[in-house]
């Protein structure tokens, strides 16, 4: 459902909302303010055009904003009608920032224009304000009805989170994220009450491979499945929006069925010996098919595009959440019996009181993986997935193949720095190329939360990537007519917040062998934490960007280990499950854990153990108290066995 157009003819009190409130209004003397406004939304665009919706923040910011992720090439505009209560003159406020300015970096490369019935405004926006602010457009004149479009300067992360026309010329809002939510539910006009989204036997919140296996296998065994994911597809960082490639081994004795499900939706490719599939083709990742499965599922209902904002509890028992859409911004309430935390963020487990660890300190970082192309290769540009596809198949089709690409004064510079990929320097045993594009070890965060700052976090991504091609390109004078091909601005997260469960395991339980009563799924990575890597941190301590991993004896644990069920429930809140990163481990202990064919088995635990708790009337620690056996008899069936 798309939103309604914000236009109007309403009460002084909505206004007086946007500016704040008493404390916050800085002009107005008598307190009144002009009804005649109209407040556009950036995701409320007929056309997006090439820019992206960007939801990461959405916590943070109230709202999701629209980005023009061009990799350095402007985005194809994003355009809209809108009429006006009446004609006239409107001051013109544009939600946005200068992404770089938190580093004081020069140049403001997110520019890009606000143009009314195809002019410009004079005003640039993107230039001004380290945070989220409002950027006054000046005075303009329109008729009733207008066409409004954003225009992409540089396809340099530009970001517009919305627009807002007020006939008081004097008016100006401010930012406060309570007081502009409060303003855009009353001109939404959305019920206090958030939509009755039904009961359900189990409401999973993420749609990564742990939620989407956790749903699918829970809808095998009879139950009734609510699946919330806050993006447009399903797959989390195994989607085509992220591209790190699933590890893990499944299908292991003695229950060698666990894994089926996982296998199915994301069918696994034999690499070649040294073969990276990170940052690939979308095809490998195969979004539709994971959406095809789901949608097969008669016992799912699925929620795409809802993001979990709410948690409702009673003496430690979740009863609902409330999900809001991130395009219509309506809210719905999901009501069920268990819950299932898959957000890797532990959103759910922290909003309902979980016992959790996170300490924001020696993270492991986050990643926006990117490849390369060779525009003088055909074959190339015709499978590349860049926004200006068909304007370079057409330069590469009369031999127009030269990439050249702009400096970056904003970005990192690295132009008397050693950095992966560069002349000379060996990286994990790759140089050239090889070692630059589709690789891992591009991260930062190391010490920023991943939950709040993951803005800063990605943008910080994007400075290292934007730098490194700069001084490729533009000092080495290196790859003449090779061009970045695609990036991801979602970021891929490997450490987020832990929710502790009867069981939390460590890395020496992996080590010893430590074995349980409860084996639920298989784990097979070695005891993989990452910190910056020490060659590239001259100068930029802190605010690192090239990651190293654990190796060697004392982070192996002999290739297999079964980890215990219990590290799949909260010890504390009485009805919730968990699957993904942020299950019952240690720090260390998430080494093993977290990679994504493993966490996609922990979900088809989860559904089978869920299934227990439904028929069986007892908690998710009650399947392990009483009817262990039970869940033992359902890991030795089939995936595809439906009851």
């Known amino acids: 459902m798309k939103r309604r157009q914000f ?40 056309d997006l055009g090439g820019w992206d919706l960007d939801q990461q923040s959405m916590d943070q910011m109230g709202s999701p904003y629209l980005l023009a992720h061009g990799l350095g090439i402007p985005v194809e505009d994003a355009k809209t009608n809108i009429k006006f209560p009446s004609s006239g003159n409107y001051r013109v406020w544009v939600r946005t920032r200068d992404w770089v300015a938190p580093w004081k970096a020069p140049g403001a490369p997110g520019k ?48 517009c989170e919305a627009i807002l026309f007020c006939k008081d010329l004097e008016f100006e809002p401010v930012n406060d994220i309570e007081a502009l939510t409060k303003f855009r539910r009353n001109l939404l006009e959305l019920p206090d009450k958030p939509d009755d989204g039904g009961e359900y036997d189990i409401v999973v919140t993420g749609g990564g491979l742990a939620g989407t296996c956790t749903a699918i296998s829970a809808a095998r065994n009879g139950l009734k499945v609510a699946l919330v994911q806050d993006r ?22 003695p229950y060698t069925h666990i894994g089926d499900i996982v296998n199915e939706i994301l069918p696994p490719i034999k690499k070649e010996k040294g073969q990276v599939l990170n940052g690939v083709d979308s095809s490998y990742y195969d979004d539709a098919l994971k959406l095809k499965v789901v949608k097969a599922e008669p016992n799912i209902s699925l929620f795409i595009n809802h993001r979990a904002i709410k948690v409702e509890t009673t003496d430690n028992v979740i009863n609902a959440i409330i999900v809001q859409s991130t395009i219509s911004a309506r809210q719905t309430k999901l009501s069920g019996k268990l819950f299932s935390d898959c957000t890797g963020d532990a959103t759910i487990g922290y909003k309902a009181g979980a016992d959790y660890e996170y300490e924001i300190k020696d993270l492991m970082g986050s990643s926006n993986l990117f490849s390369v192309l060779d525009a003088s290769n055909p074959e190339e540009v015709l499978a590349c997935e860049c926004k200006d596809k068909s304007a370079l198949a057409m330069k590469c089709e009369i031999g127009e193949i030269a990439q050249p690409f702009p400096r970056c004064p904003w970005a990192l510079d690295l132009s008397d720095k050693p950095f992966p990929g560069r002349k000379g320097v060996k990286t994990f045993n790759r140089q050239g190329l090889e070692a630059f594009a589709n690789m891992w070890y591009w991260e930062s965060g190391f010490n920023k939360n991943q939950v709040t700052e993951i803005e800063l976090i990605r943008d910080h991504n994007f400075r290292a990537m934007y730098g490194a091609w700069d001084t490729l390109k533009n000092v ?43 084996p639920a799924f298989p784990c097979s990575w070695h005891v993989d934490i990452h910190t910056p890597k020490k060659e590239y941190q001259t100068g930029f301590k802190g605010n690192e960007f090239v990651s190293d991993y654990t190796r060697g004896k004392k982070y192996n644990y002999g290739g297999l280990y079964w980890a215990p069920y219990r590290t799949l429930y909260s010890r504390n809140i009485k009805n919730l499950f968990m699957a993904g990163r942020d299950i019952s481990v240690t720090k260390t202990g998430l080494g093993p854990v977290r990679v994504m064919r493993t966490t996609g088995m922990m979900g088809e635990i ?34 595809s066995e439906r009851t």
């Not at 409130?21 to 407040?39: A, Q, R, T, W």
């Not at 989220?132 to 457009?137: F, L, S, V």
């Not at 329109?142 to 300067?153: G, N």
């Not at 004078?477 to 979602?490: C, D, E, T």
């Open 7 to 46: 236009i109007g003819l309403i009460g002084n009190s909505s206004l007086f909302l946007l500016a704040g409130g008493l404390s916050s209004c800085v002009y107005d003397k008598k307190n009144k303010f002009s009804e005649e406004f109209v407040f556009l939304e950036a995701e409320q665009f007929k």
């Open 112 to 159: 890009f224009q606000l143009l009314i019935n195809d002019e410009p405004l004079k005003e640039t926006f993107g230039t001004k304000g380290a945070e989220w602010n409002w950027h006054d457009g000046g005075v303009v004149k329109v008729e009733k009805e207008a066409s409004i479009t954003l225009h992409d300067l540089t396809g340099f992360e530009g970001r």
């Open 232 to 253: 447009p597809v399903l797959g989390g960082n195994a989607s085509s929006e992220v591209r790190v490639w699933p590890e893990g081994h499944t299908n292991k004795s």
């Open 476 to 518: 080495d004078k290196m790859y003449p007519n090779h061009r970045l091909g695609w990036s991801a601005f979602i970021a891929g997260k490997r450490e987020s917040r832990r929710l502790m469960g009867d069981v939390i395991l460590d890395a020496e339980d992996f080590k010893k062998q430590k074995i349980f009563d409860d």
């Open 606 to 639: 989860v559904g089978k153990a869920a299934a227990i708790c439904i028929k069986q009337n007892v908690s998710p620690r009650g399947v392990y108290e009483n009817h262990l056996d039970k869940l033992k008899i359902l890991m030795s069936k089939p995936g």
